[in-house]
């Protein structure tokens, strides 16, 4: 069997029963893992559709990978059926992935730690998580939120709650709706450190067939990129609920991006950081995707349903629903004008009828500079 250029051994014993969705990358260049030598351990905390996904992904592109999931049933599905089908239905896991709901069990030896949990509770997390980390791995944060009541990005957080050097943390962004890269389809991501050889030793892990993780040093930038495109999506949602179309939702893209690059820039992000992966290109793919848990909460709002009936429908993790306030705190202390934000901010306290929302593009009626 040819290993397709990966310089990758195939491992012919698992024939993996996923069915490649179209356009997905040939299996048989996936159906591989790296040689058992200098095999990275690796360990990803979370066990959601993105922990679960990420996970596929490490252990796909050759670490050996183990989960933490909260709940014993996630751990044991994973494990023995090689299935997490409340969060990835269809989709089979790699032989060689296990799941424990032991933290000891899942931290002891690893050589890179990756974090995704919901935002708002990485903080209560990370006492335990502080106490097992094996000194001087990387910590990787996968999360898009900031946290409500601080307003402190998951890497600010990682940092205080676990005390370790920010050049120890990374954060992987990008456009990376779960199911998607679940079903192997080929998708860019980018890893961002204060120090260039964590991105780079992440990046290496973070890798395979199907997933290229490029680097970059904007931490601020990558992390900012990752929560403000989530309330640009549910602004999209919403619009989308009320039935407005393409130009609305264009228009609200091409200013939400501008908005988010100001916003990110005042506190110290590179504005080319928003026109890559982890601004436009997770913008792109989170507005127009129904799979896009923001996009489809935004969507029950512009269909008339109220915020706590929303939550109650969401049973995943919609980040941008809690970062809005936080983000407009920031903005608003920066002076900032987020006008989309803003009135996405409107519309879930019940403030701003849906309908409205889309010729607010800007804060005044005055013609301003684009
Ligand atoms: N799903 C996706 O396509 C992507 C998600 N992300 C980010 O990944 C992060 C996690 O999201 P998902 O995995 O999608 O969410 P999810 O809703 O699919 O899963 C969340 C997981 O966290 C667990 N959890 C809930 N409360 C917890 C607590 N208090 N302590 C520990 N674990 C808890 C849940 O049991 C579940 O396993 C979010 O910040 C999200 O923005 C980033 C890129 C893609
Ligand atoms: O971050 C994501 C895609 O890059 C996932 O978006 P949602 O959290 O809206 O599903």
Aim: hydrophobic share 40%; proline share 5%.
């Amino acid at each position: 069997m040819s290993d397709h250029g990966t310089g990758l051994r195939p491992h012919e014993d698992h024939p993996d029963p996923v069915v490649a969705a179209p356009g997905a990358v040939d299996t048989a260049a996936i159906r591989v893992v790296m040689q058992t030598t200098d095999k990275p351990r690796v360990a990803v905390i979370g066990a959601g559709s993105w922990g679960t996904t990420f996970a596929k992904v490490l252990a796909e592109g050759g670490a050996d990978t183990v989960v933490w999931a909260r709940r014993p049933e996630v751990a044991r599905e994973i494990t023995e059926t090689k299935r997490n089908s409340e969060y990835l239905p269809g989709i089979n896991l790699p032989r060689t992935l296990t799941a424990s709901t032991s933290l000891s069990a899942v931290l002891d030896g690893a050589q890179q730690v990756y974090v995704s949990v919901p935002s708002q509770s990485l903080r209560s997390n990370l006492a335990a998580i502080a106490s097992l980390l094996p000194e001087d791995v990387p910590v990787v944060s996968l999360m898009k939120g900031v946290e409500k009541a601080t307003g402190l990005r998951m890497s600010e957080v990682l940092h205080e709650g676990l005390g370790i050097d920010r050049e120890r943390i990374a954060v992987a962004s990008g456009p990376n709706l779960a199911l998607e890269i679940a079903r192997r389809q080929p998708t860019a991501a980018v890893v961002s450190s204060t120090s260039l050889d964590t991105a780079t030793a992440v990046a290496t892990v973070a890798t395979n067939p199907y997933f290229r993780s490029f680097t970059n040093t904007d931490v601020i930038g990558t992390e900012f990129g990752g929560v403000l495109k989530n309330l640009i999506a549910v602004a999209i949602g919403i619009v989308d609920g009320v039935g407005y179309g393409e130009n609305t939702k264009a228009s609200i893209i091409t200013r939400g991006l501008a908005e988010m690059t100001e916003f990110a820039v005042s506190l110290g992000a590179q504005s080319s950081t928003l026109s890559g992966l982890a601004g436009l290109g997770d913008l792109i793919a989170t507005c127009q995707s129904p799979l896009s848990r923001n996009n489809t909460a935004g969507r029950l709002l512009g269909q008339g349903y109220r915020f706590d009936e929303v939550v109650r429908q969401m049973n995943q993790t919609a980040e941008g629903l809690a970062s809005v306030a936080p983000i407009l705190e920031l903005a608003a202390a920066n002076g900032v004008d987020m006008p989309i934000v803003s009135q996405v901010g409107e519309v879930l306290a019940g403030r701003l009828d849906p309908r409205n929302i889309a010729p607010h593009l800007t804060e005044t009626d005055e013609p301003q500079g684009e």
